[in-house]
């Protein structure tokens, strides 16, 4: 079984700053590819920043500038920072990743976090 489990979500003011964290556990052979993806309501889920397991990332454009993706292998561990956060950032993120296990690859899923931007 594996899990990732989300936290640092929560309620911050415009111009304001959060850190995500997602950790998988279970039993993991290896994590390849980790990134985060949002929901605003009635909106898909989009993209927002992925990191392989060599450190290279990519960002929606949205995000560039304002939001730093990181891991950390040891831990198996995603991390999100944002900064200059708008009112347009508020969503449920989730953080998704592929995981080896018994040689078979699949990506799983976060539960998500509630991140809102207001004042």
């Known amino acids: 079984q594996v899990q990732l489990v989300e936290s640092g979500g929560g309620l911050v003011q415009p111009g304001g700053s959060l850190r995500l964290s997602c950790a998988a556990s279970?039993?993991?052979?290896?994590?390849?590819?980790m990134g985060w993806y949002r929901q605003a309501p009635g909106k898909e889920r989009d993209l927002v920043a992925t990191v392989t397991s060599g450190g290279t990332t990519n960002y929606a454009d949205s995000v560039k500038g304002r939001f730093t993706i990181s891991r950390d292998n040891a831990k198996n561990t995603v991390y999100l920072q944002m900064n200059s956060l708008t009112p347009e950032d508020t969503a449920v993120y989730y953080c998704?990743?592929?995981?080896?296990?018994?040689?078979?690859?699949?990506?799983?899923w976060g539960q998500g976090t509630q991140v809102t931007v207001s004042s």
């Open positions: 279970g039993s993991i052979f290896s994590v390849g590819s």
């Open positions: 998704n990743a592929r995981i080896t296990r018994w040689g078979i690859s699949n990506v799983y």
